[in-house]
Every structure is written in structure tokens, then in C-alpha cells.
């Protein structure tokens, strides 16, 4: 059974960087063909796709966020690790990882929520 579990701080103030990690177990990052996700979503909004780190370590992002967001990984730890930069409170969001293979996501993290506030 995989499990995904999102960590990182839960506040973070304007225009600082948004740092949170996804620790996997249960599976591996390097296994063909699967995509690693960031998605959140926003007080009252429906869910917004971050980007994804791919199984070759490939990443893309979002069009609207690529200018402010990095994914890497470290393949010993199991662990992939969104930054998003220059925050503001629109940024505010629960924030899951999750893991896509054939164009379906079936595996979540509970997700963890980030606020940006001075």
C-alpha cells in the first residue's frame, strides 16, 4: 500500500518561499511510468495543479505558477519537495502530493495546510 505524507510549516509570511516535502512509502519514486504531483487548493476554490516530478526526475509545472515553482527529489529519502516563491496570501491553500500513473491519481498524502500571513 503506498502512502504519501505532506510536511513542512503550516505559516509562512509574504514573499518568503513556500517549502514542503512529500515522503513516500510503500513505493518509489523511480518506478516507470508514475508522476508526482503538487495540487492545492485554496480556501473556498476547487483544486489547482502545482506540477509534477516524473519517475526520470523530469519536472512541469502549471503555466500560470512556473515562474515561482521548483519540485526536486531525493531517490535515497523517498521524498520529493515542492518550493514556491515570493508568496502571497493567495498562495494560502491545503497543499497535497500525490501520485499519477495512466492520467489518474490514486494515491493522495491528507494534505496539509498552508497559510501566508505577516
Known amino acids: 500500500q503506498v502512502q504519501l505524507q505532506e510536511s513542512g510549516p503550516g505559516l509562512v509570511k509574504p514573499s518568503q518561499t513556500l517549502s514542503l516535502t512529500c515522503t513516500i512509502s510503500?513505493?518509489?519514486?523511480?518506478?516507470?511510468?508514475?508522476?508526482w504531483s503538487w495540487i492545492r487548493q485554496p480556501p473556498g476554490k476547487g483544486l489547482e495543479w502545482i506540477g509534477f516530478?516524473?519517475?526520470?526526475?523530469?519536472?512541469y509545472f502549471s503555466p500560470s505558477l512556473k515562474s515561482r515553482t521548483s519540485i526536486s527529489r531525493d531517490t535515497a529519502k523517498n521524498q520529493f519537495t515542492l518550493q514556491l516563491t515570493s508568496v502571497t496570501p493567495e498562495d494560502t491553500a491545503i497543499y497535497y502530493c500525490?501520485?499519477?500513473?495512466?492520467?489518474?491519481?490514486?494515491?493522495w498524502g491528507q494534505g496539509t495546510q498552508v497559510t501566508v500571513s505577516s
Open positions: 516530478i516524473s519517475y526520470s526526475g523530469a519536472t
Open positions: 510503500g513505493g518509489s519514486l523511480t518506478s516507470n511510468f508514475y508522476y
Open positions: 500525490a501520485r499519477e500513473w495512466t492520467n489518474y491519481y490514486d494515491y
